[in-house]
């Protein structure tokens, strides 16, 4: 097939015979779909060239009939002498043989695609979920469902497991195909160099982040190309953004008008604490992360004590889940951190001042749990963990945090000490290894430590 426009022409005849009704097989030719006529003809080309090899009885027949335009009956009476049954059957074969072809291809590519996104996400912080079986399968169904709502927001208190259940979320996405694409921003609230009037993301700052990850490696640099290079994007294809940690009113309201530009067809899904009237007012569903019962509230303190402590830590915390339930709640983040500080104080200590507190409260939980894994932390782990508030929430390599506390010994052992605590956070990527801290972690050391 010499001619280009020919072989689109041919791609496009052999996609309307994939029958509507197979849902299965006629997504299979997503990547088709949307491609540029160039990638429809490099694409095509390496396809028909393996149909060329292993039969090129059905080449040639493709060939006549679509880059020359050979009628059918030319067709049967030149090559099949008259017998229009037999030039029907090898027909069908070669239709047949093309698309086992393209379907073979095309689950190469599915895989690669999903690696791709997978690498993409920032590493899981948790081993298992608990209690949230029923709540994930609900955020994944509304955001497969192609109708409203376009925008899904997840909201509650810091610490009750909103990342962990957007991660869930949108691996799932993944592994399903459910989209052309999964992408994930995290919203980076300013470090103490920056000045504390800006909010954690601006629309600004949310298309370039999608542009870096859709763009190819030569698009244009200059934010106005970028900007149309995301909104084609998002409005040609059912994508999934995924917007992490839009934790106050002024980060949801600095780039509400353009996830509202963004939406139908394409999802998006948030997390935030709070959820304001414009988010309502704009059709966004809220779905509530609520603490967790007592039942899972103790899976989740055993779990964790047995990562940590192992048998000898979980029996202790099994013996007083109850105990600890009633003094902390059912806040994922806050009962881990227990049981982390349980492996070097005992729970009756540890348990012995904790204040009583309502949900209005449970920063001031925080605080006092911070402050007793801070006394029993060595010094060269203070100093590591003292400077990472000068660090975006997007995280930095270990590289640049050992060079910014000032270490000069290994910091192996610190850094596996500071995660078992649950006080740093892996981020970024598989490409691009990084760390960082909790919000929660980083309100207690400006205010706690720093003084700042």
């Known amino acids: 097939m010499s001619n280009d426009r020919e072989r ?16 299965i097989r006629a997504r299979k030719f997503i990547q088709f779909e949307h491609a540029s006529d160039n990638e429809i003809v490099r694409i095509l080309h390496t396809h028909f060239e393996e149909l060329r090899v292993s039969h090129p009885d059905y080449a040639r027949l493709l060939t006549l009939r679509y880059q020359k335009d050979w009628k059918m009956g030319e067709i049967t009476t030149k090559y099949y002498a008259g017998k229009r049954d037999k030039a029907n059957r090898e027909w069908d074969k070669a239709l047949v043989c093309i698309d ?20 993409r996400l920032p590493p899981k912080n948790y081993d298992e979920l608990f209690g949230v079986t029923n709540l994930v399968e609900d955020v994944r169904v509304a955001l497969v469902e192609d109708k409203e709502p376009w925008i899904i927001a997840l909201s509650g208190i810091g610490g009750a497991g909103k990342t962990s259940i957007a991660d869930a979320v949108a691996r799932k996405a993944i592994e399903d195909a459910a989209f052309e694409d999964v992408i994930w921003v995290r919203a980076a609230p300013q470090s103490m160099s920056q000045k504390g009037d800006r909010s954690a993301i601006s629309d600004r700052d949310l298309i370039v982040e999608i542009a870096k990850v859709i763009g190819s490696p030569t698009r244009a640099k200059d934010f106005v190309s970028e900007e149309k290079l995301v909104k084609a994007a998002f409005a040609d294809k059912r994508m999934l953004l995924v917007l992490d940690n839009l934790e106050t009113l002024r ?154 506390s000032g270490l000069q010994t290994s910091i192996t052992n610190i850094v596996q000490d500071l995660i078992t605590y649950g006080l740093l956070e892996k981020r970024g990527n598989l490409d691009e290894p990084r760390y960082g801290i909790h919000r929660l972690t980083k309100t207690f050391l400006l205010k706690e430590i720093i003084d700042w």
């Open 100 to 119: 086992e072809i393209l379907t073979r291809n095309h689950d190469d590519f599915v895989l690669l695609n999903k690696k791709k996104q997978f690498s």
């Open 251 to 404: 980060d949801i309201n600095s780039v509400l008008e353009l996830l509202n530009h963004l939406a139908k067809p394409s999802k998006i899904l948030i997390t935030a604490r709070e959820f304001p009237m414009s988010l309502a007012m704009l059709g966004v569903r809220r779905i509530p992360v609520n603490e967790l019962g007592f039942d899972d509230a103790s899976a989740v303190l055993i779990h964790h004590a047995n990562m940590v402590g192992g048998a000898t830590l979980t029996q202790a915390v099994r013996g007083q889940a109850e105990d600890i339930f009633d003094k902390v709640g059912g806040s994922p983040h806050a009962l881990k951190l227990v049981a982390s500080l349980a492996s070097n104080v005992p729970i009756d200590v540890i348990l012995q001042d904790l204040p009583n507190w309502n949900m209005s409260q449970i920063d001031a939980l925080y605080q006092y749990i911070y402050r007793k894994i801070w006394e029993v932390l060595s010094a060269e782990a203070k100093d590591f963990l003292g400077c990472m508030p000068l660090i975006s929430e997007t995280g930095a390599t270990l590289a640049r945090i050992k060079k910014m």
């Open 8 to 23: 689109v022409r041919y791609l496009k005849e052999v996609l309307r015979r994939v029958p509507d009704s197979d849902a």
